[in-house]
Structure formats: C-alpha cells, structure tokens
C-alpha cells in the first residue's frame, strides 16, 4: 500500500508538469520522459562519480532538467509557435514532431555518453521502518512525502501568488491575458520553469526509488501521458486523481496477479474512459 | 489531373522508378533488402499522409492498422497454413476491419481526443500480443514458415511495384474531388459540411484506404522478413518513425512521405559506422528539416518550382 502511494505519489508529480504546460500554451511535450531520465542521470553522475554529495547531486539533477526544460522551449517549441511557414492548424503536430525528435536525441546523447545501464541514483535517506509490521525502506516515504509537499507548494503558487494566478488565467483565455498587459511569453517561461523544475525533481527521485536507463525515456513518456488522458488534458486535479487511480491499479496488479499485466487493466480502463468521457474525468472540451 | 500528366514531378518520378527497376542488375543484396524494407515503409507513410494531410486527422496508431494486418497474415499462415497471398489478402482485410472499429467511435472526437485514442490503441495492441502469447509468439516474435522468395531482386521487385502502384492509387485519390472534399473537410469542417458533403462518410473512407494500404503493407512486410515481431512492426516507436517520415518528406504530398521514409532508413544505415549516434543524427537533422523547412523535402521543392 505504501509501494503504491510512493509510486503514485511520482506519477502525480511527472503528470503534473506535462498537464500544466498542456493547459497553458496547449503543448503536448513529447520529451518529457528524456527530461526525467536526464535529471536522475545528471544527479547519479554527480553524486557517483564525481562525488559532490547526495544533496547537491539532487540539486544538480534538477537544474539540468531545468535547463532542459528551457532548451526544448526556446529551441524546439518556441520557433514552431513563431513560425509563419507553419498554418496554425497543424501547429499541433510540429510540436509534437519537434519534441518527439528531440527527445530521442536527448535518450540517445545519454546512451552515448553514460551508456544503457541502469543508475541508481544514492538515495537521501537510507535504512528501513517497521509499519504495521511491514518493513518499508525510509526512501519510500521520504518520496512520497517530498512528493506531496511539492504539489501542495504547486498548488499554493498557483492559486494564492500573483504569477500563479496569471498562469491560470493564461490557461483560460490567453488573450485576455494580453489584452490585460501581461507578456505571455514570461508567462510561458514561468510555466516551463515550473515545469523543469516537477521533472527534475520527478526525475531525481525516480532514480533513487527505482533507478533509471536511457530506455526508461519512451514508458515514461508514455504513462505520463495516459495519466494525463484519463484525468482530462490541463486539469491538474484531474490528472492527481488519474495518477493515484493509475499507481494503484499498476501496484495491485503485480502484486495479486502477475507483474507481466501491469500495465493492463490500467490501459482497459483509458480505453473505457476514451469511450465514455473522451474529455477525461475532469477535462473541458 | 491532366495537367500532372504533362507535370515536371510526373516525368521525374517516372524516372526514379525505371533507375530504381534496374537497380538489381547492378547492386549488392544488401543494399537491395535495405530499399525493400525502405519501400514498405514508404507506403506505411504515404497511407498516414492520406489521413493527415488531407483528412486532417492525426493519427499517432499507424502501427495499429500495421500490425493488425501483419500479425493477422502471419498467425494465418503460422497456425493453419494457408497460402501466403491468401494471407496477405485476409490481412489487409482485417486491417480495414481493424480501422472501422477504431475509426466509428473515434471519429466522433475531435482533435487532440482521436491522436490519442489511436494511441491506446496501438499500446492494447502491444499488451495483448504478449498475453496471447501462445498464438501470436509474444515478446520474441512469431516465426512465419512461407516467405515470399528468397531472392532478394524478387522480392525487390515486388516492393518496388507495391509501392508504385500504392502510390499511383493514393497520389490520384488525393488529385480527385475525394481528396479535394477531404482537404476541405480536414481545413473547415463546418464549411464543407454546409457545402453539403458528408464529412464523416469521406473521413472514414479515407481511413479504410488508409487501413488497407497499411495492412496490406504490413503483411507484405511480415512474408518479406519470415518474422513478426511487436519491435518490427507494432511498437509505438515505428509509428513514430512513419510519421517522422511523412513530416519530414512533406505533408500532403503523399509522394513525399515515400521519399521521407527511404531517406530515414538508408541514411540509419549510412550512418551505422558512427554507432550509436546514428540514431542521434538522424533524429537532428529531420527536427531541423521540421524546423527550417517545414513544407519537407518535396514541399520545398514544389513551392520554390511554382515561384519561379
């Protein structure tokens, strides 16, 4: 139960980030899962190799996946946007095309240069606790912890400061945003921070819970962006629920049937909710 | 369409085809199983470019229709031993089955909603694939007893007319007032809808002729290869390299997408030597294209044509 809030807990922070930027500028990020993984690469290489220290190889893995966050906008997205050879309509799919290729060329970078091998990055805390009787390594739940208070502190940005509240309103009606003398490209930039920074720290901890390979890139592209699909495109609260529902279904799957089905019944039950509430659970059309 | 006939890209494909016809007279077998894969890629690509480029409808599961139509061939042929063109029939068939199923519902979303229903698509595909694995082979890959032929100018030679003939079919429907209706429908719904088309019949027609070109494609592919496997010819990644492919030779070209597809492939395999930043450089230089050029190969080409 606690392996599936831990787990849950990570999938809720990695969807979070991918939603946000989708409920904004209406970008689906495709590399996202390139940004984690280079996050928890950057922080093993730092703290294992050269052997800065746990903490700071966390924050180092999180500025990396910042930076990141801020290349593939200002590289990759932001041109496709400016671009008047591109009609507006098909915008859409140039995004998705431009950050689809870029994150392979980050996956394959990272091969070459630290090659396909699992990292496990050093966890903070280390040793394990008895509860109700269960032994539970302590990383679990200093995870699930940093996990929640990350998205309360979200959640606290978003709805009680004043660039938050411009976030949401740009998410609402960005030219209404304009007209009111706001520039929405720094509303952007704020967002993609925001962003780097929920992959980052996703990342990090992904790689102390769970270690990470250059081939973790597509599946977790890929789940956050079912979770994101079954909670409603650019709700944050939908994709919340989703993320519990999804870490659950996962976790209880592999422990009473067989980890081989993981995946599935989560997958059946995007397919019902696709049919039934194409919007998701609690998107807008 | 009589004014393509008389067209500098006519005689210019018709060139290409008869250099490429004589190709195995002169070339090792190498570099002929390389184009035969790079041609069935081509019409994965130009039969995607149909759905979106004119019926504007991005479909993320093109591997979906593909691997329907080459594991359906290849479990035909594996398990009850039936001829191997009776095979590819049947799977193109059930491809187009496949399609409606897909296609009905989904094409009651709009947007952003069909990409990704087409996506869980392909991933129910893949999972249940590895759970039947009895019959499908699962993870390793289901081992087909016929092939084709096992020369390589032959079955060069198949690829080369599949392609060319798929590509006279779906070039001249995306020329005709089908593709016409379908463009407009894929630009202005509402406005072509008022014109008085039925945009749902034309979409849907366009997806089975999407679905049966893949399908048969896909289990052409299967008989070339011996094998089907979920890496070769359902996983998400292929998919992506076909609509990599499309974009990259110019959307809405149809032809184009052939071209963006056998360039992907025989330039992965040029840049072999530099190891694993093959893939690397090829993934840079088709965002750059995307970037810099987004009309692709043949759309810049066209446009610089019709400028000067």
Redesign the interface.
Known sequence: MIDGFAISALYALGATGFTLIFGVSGV?NLSHGAIMVAAAVAAWAAASVLGVGTYAGALIGVAVALLTAFATYFA?VK??QD?R??PN??K???V???T???G??IQ??I??FFTNNAKTVLPIVEGVVEILGVRTPQNEIFTAIVCCLVIALLWLLVNRTRTGKAVLAASMNPRGVTLLGLELTNIYIVVWAIYGILAGIAGVLLGMFLGVSSYSV?PLT?SA??IV?LGG?GSVSGSLIAAFVVGYLETLTAYLVSP??R??PA??L??FV??IR??GLLGRR | MSTFFTSRLFFISIALVLIAATLPLYVSGYVLGLLTVAFYFGVFAMAWDLLFGFAGEVNFGPTFLIGVGAYTAGILNAQFGWSVYLCIVLGALASVIAGLVLALPALRVRGPYFGLTTLVAVLMLQNFIVVFADLTGGEIGLTIPDVISINAGTNYWIALGFMTISAAILYGLSQSPIGLVLQASGQDPVQAGALGFNIVKHKLAAFIVSAFFSGLSGALLVFYFGTASVGTVVDVAVGVNVIVAAVLGGRRTVLGAALGAIFLIVAGEFLRPTGELATFIVSAVALLVVLFFPGGFLGAALSREARS
């Open positions: 689906l990759v041109p496709i671009s050879r591109i309509e098909e859409e799919i140039f998705l095309t431009g689809l290729l870029w392979i060329m394959e970078l091969a070459y597509g890929a962006f079912s699909v495109l081989a089905y995946t599935i997958l059946l995007l397919v696709m049919y194409p919007q």
